[in-house]
């Protein structure tokens, strides 16, 4: 799987970070390094498994010896998929050449073998015991059918043939879940590189010695123990939802229930309008056997029709006043019924176990009520919508549930905002209680997702926003990107580029040492010393150029076109085996360079005529903020901040047909720009005559971009609507003959158009001057 710009930069530099400690790592004793900490910190959602996974290829590529990868989580359902997805599945590419295998079916072969990476997957139930006999014995024992040392002294010995030790890289994907019997354990294996990955920073108190030795006698700081993600890059992905509403329902369930239904109604309605439908699922999260005023105990001997537990309260509700199809809906929990009331025959229970597990992913479920029981590793990026009751609503439930519902379906913001956002629904009994609890999960929201729009209405008793269409409907020329005249300087870049398939002293590394430990004598005499072995492990000249391509053009390689779709990347030779640190690799890098260059050089924005055009789509509507309009597409709006309602009132005093452009959703140009494949939401659209006018009053950075010809003459295949481009700044700027720009004052704006190749700037007094030269045509 091809990774994103922000994912490449992180799992680089956790490998980057390895590399320079594994130099010159510190010592707890003769035979023992101080290991390498990193905690990878990312929000939910934004693809810590494939950051994680292509680390370990990295590392794997800069060491002189293939590494014994411990890949653990916690949940024996986490293990299952993590070993499909890396052995097999999505993730396998990115771990080229790894033996992926399951803890207990690894053999004494594959730990002494000195030439393959040997990557195994493990729950922390194996080995967290206190004592060897507690977990899975087959850990701690010896199987004399395979060898007569045990699996547990055979990781800590992990010798070769050729008497190296293998480095150890452990890998923990739940890093919050580490615990201090778990670490103490794992620092029985000496392990070279203990890597975690977790929505926060968290380590357990059991390696606070580690932390205080790389502190103390590596100088590192709190930054250097974490590689962090910006929230704002995974939003930009579309990796996870643009927005969260939350909504306090101090009302009976079904109120809650009820506006659950209506808003995912919106979403089945407008999912299956998609290239890729998809059916949107809700979750209801509630305690499994308590009832208000009575024991469970008397509860059970009810008809279920009488019953108060919450599980069959919600699920009839559903089914009977609702019309749910009850094939539709499962109970994941482990509600009671007796014999003498049994369950209707057409609710559909499973209580947790592995095979119920496997029954409910492949159940087609849309309506899941469960506790919080529910086993991680369940993340299914349809489920938009979430129930949850009373005795779960504390701001720490209330943020678990909430990473059940972040990640985007399809990896893309759709033109229907209902389908871009997280809809909470949280009843209580409690209004005073309850306004706290929502203030709390506010403020650690906006911690966690800053980049993610946050949107709580205490008092519902119906929808949380309110969805409003465009009227009339209006669509706007896709834009694009035309390379065809970027493919012959492509093609000869890549002519140049020399053959290194039959190796050479090119194709060797330079100053690559790293210390191993390597066995000296036989038997008892047998001893360790560290030795440096210069040699890193040689990769493709393929993948050094792919890897350099996605570094200078940012998704590159993840997202339609791209310089990377001009190379034949097939040809003999790119499958060079060189190391990282060669001459070669370094001339293969320059290559990409010259590629890249030249893509951005030789292809133009052009306005696409011949495809469907993009359709402006409803905005989400915030009532307690809403500011109305007369000639918008949309009556209402919300969220504006200051300028851009300045900008909003001045626009409809045109008369002149307009549109809020939301960002991630709606209409974007393309950029050409060496170092980055972005795209350019503007602020609004506006119809005039034969054009459409993309206005936008934040791009004062984009005036000094090389491209910025580009980007505003933006060149048409067809004679229709065409697109120009308008951008606003804030004071007076002059543009010099050289492309230099002076400030002049902080009165008024600067409306910026481009005529006869040079940008030209005009001056205006307010925003309503401003938009009026804006909408000016031509």
Known sequence: MQLFKFQEAASTQIAERYATYAIDPLLVDRTTSVPFLQTLVSITGSGKTLILADAISQIRDRMSVPPVVLWMSKGRIVVSQAYANLSAGKYADNLAGFTVKPLLQVAPSDLDD??????????????????????????????LDLASESLWDLLRKRRTQSGLRRPLVVVYDEGHNLSDLQTRRLLELSPDAIISASATMALPERLESTINRLRNDRGWQTADFTTSVASTEVVEAALVKERIAIGGYVTPMETAVDALLADMADAQAAAATLAEPFRPKAIYVCSTNTVDGAPISEDLKRPYTERQARPILIWRHLVENAGIDPSKIVIYSQLKFTKNFPAPRTMRILSGGDKDYTSFLQGGFEHIIFNLGLQEGWDDPTCGFAYIDKEMASARQITQVIGRVLRQPGAEHYSDPVLNTAHFYIRSDEKGVFDDILEDVRQQLGSAHPDIELVIKKSASGRVMEKVEPNPPRTVPTVGIHSESAKKPIAEAVAKMLDFTSGGENTVGQGSRMLVLQEVGTGAEANYEWVEIEHSNRVTARAIFRRELQRLYSGALRRAGGPINLVDIEIPKFDALIELTSPAADHVREVARKVVEAYVAHSRIFQNDFDAPHSVGP???????????????????????????????????????????????????????????????????????????????????????????????????????????????????????????????????????????????????????????AVAFP
Request: net charge neutral; aromatic share 8%.
């Open 114 to 143: 000195g030439a393959t990476p040997l990557l195994l997957v493990v729950t922390v139930g194996k080995f967290a015991v206190e004592d060897d006999a507690g977990g899975d014995r087959k850990v701690f024992q010896a199987q």
């Open 619 to 773: 905005v989400l509507v915030d009532p307690s903020d809403a500011q109305t309009f007369t000639k918008a597409l949309h009556k209402r709006y919300s969220g504006l901040n200051g300028l851009e309602l300045k900008f909003a009132r001045a626009l409809d005093r045109t008369q002149r047909v307009w549109a809020r452009n939301p960002r991630g959703s709606g209409f974007y140009v393309p950029l050409l720009e060496l170092g980055t494949a972005s795209t350019y939401w503007p602020d609004f659209l506006v119809w005039v005559d034969r054009a459409v006018i993309a206005i936008d009053t934040k791009g004062d950075h984009l005036l000094l971009e090389a491209g910025a010809s580009k980007l505003f003459d933006i060149d048409t295949l067809g004679e229709p609507a065409k697109v120009v481009l308008r951008l606003i700044s804030e004071g007076e700027t002059i543009a010099t003959a050289s492309g230099q720009l002076n400030h002049v004052s902080k009165v008024g704006y600067t409306v910026w158009s481009w005529k006869n190749g040079k940008l030209h700037g005009v001056h205006a007094a307010d925003e309503r001057e401003a938009v009026k030269l």
